[in-house]
């Protein structure tokens, strides 16, 4: 099979996009791990498919799976670089356009300055709803929130748990650069407290409006940027009291804007979406 395909990257989290709009596209796992392979594919963190809305009140669906060829819930990077691709693709021409998840629906913005906002919906912070089996364990309340102290490797970490439709587990740290992103978030990836596995956030508090941020994600490793967890971090924060309702996020690969007013609310996160190259490939 050939297929046509366009690489995009979002503060550095990159994406293989394809339309299936027009024709149903059901990839083989292996398939799925061949395009987002750096070597023996095109090279990409996260898989975007798009297809048609699969009912009256959204515009499209939008199917995501990671490099190892799981789907999943969410991709907030991803969601930025979808809506400029239905765009650039002629496939709509409205600024604002609703799409459904695997178990979300979505509003995307595109602003006049060529940023994308997307608002993520509201964050959950329920163990079981993560998932997250919190049983034996005693949180330490902080602020509004609470710190879960989950053993890693013989020392204790300290775990803010939020689900912003997929699974994030968020500590913070002194200083991003020297945190033990590449060692122990594979780790915490794998941990069986975490049933469906989990990504790794890693947050220094630069400011009450500024945080900066590694992730280790669930079934990609180390990325340049993540949305989702972007989200996470900065609503783990806003309810430890670390931080305000504004936040921006320092990613290696990039800035985003995160703001939640609060319990309830939807999250909002506002960043950058672009086309790196159109390809074709024989899968
Ligand atoms: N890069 C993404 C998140 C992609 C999915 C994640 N790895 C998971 O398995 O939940 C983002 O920008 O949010």
Redesign the pocket.
């Known amino acids: 099979m050939r297929l046509k395909f366009t690489k995009m990257q979002g503060a550095g989290?990159d994406f293989v996009v394809l339309d299936a709009t027009r024709m149903p596209l059901a990839l083989t796992p292996e398939q799925t791990r061949r395009l987002g392979d750096r070597r023996f594919g095109v090279g990409a963190?996260?898989i975007l498919v798009v297809e048609p809305g699969g009912r009256p009140d959204v515009d499209f669906r939008y199917r995501?799976f990671?490099n190892t060829g799981d789907e999943?819930?969410?991709?907030?990077?991803?969601a930025r670089c979808f809506v400029r691709y239905v765009h650039e693709h002629g496939l709509t021409d409205r600024r604002s356009v609703r799409v459904e998840t695997l178990n979300r629906l979505l509003e995307l913005r595109l602003q006049d300055d060529g940023r994308v906002t997307v608002d993520m919906g509201p964050p959950e912070f329920e163990a079981a709803q993560v998932p997250f089996d919190a049983m034996g364990l005693a949180p330490r309340t902080v602020g509004g929130g609470v710190l879960w102290p989950v053993p890693v490797d013989g020392a204790t970490v300290e775990l803010a748990v939020v689900s912003m439709g997929?699974?994030h587990a968020v500590q913070r740290v002194d200083d991003v650069d020297t945190a033990p992103v590449p060692t122990q978030g594979p780790l915490i990836e794998q941990h069986p407290r975490f049933p469906r596995q989990v990504?790794a956030g890693y947050m220094q508090v630069l400011s009450r409006s500024r945080i900066r941020l590694r992730v280790y994600?669930?079934?990609?490793g180390e990325?340049l940027?993540?949305?989702?967890?972007a989200c996470a971090a900065v609503v783990a924060g806003i309810r430890l009291g670390w931080l305000d309702a504004r936040v921006d996020v320092e990613a290696r690969g990039g800035e985003l804007t995160i703001e939640w007013a609060g319990e309830g609310h939807p999250v909002l996160m506002t960043g950058p979406a672009e086309t790196v190259f159109e390809g074709e490939i024989e899968l």
Do not use: L
Not at 72 to 78: A, F
Not at 225 to 229: P, S, V
């Open positions: 989290n963190d996260q995501i990671n999943v819930e969410h991709c907030g990077n991803g997929n699974p990504n994600e669930r079934g990609a990325t940027a993540c949305g989702t967890g």
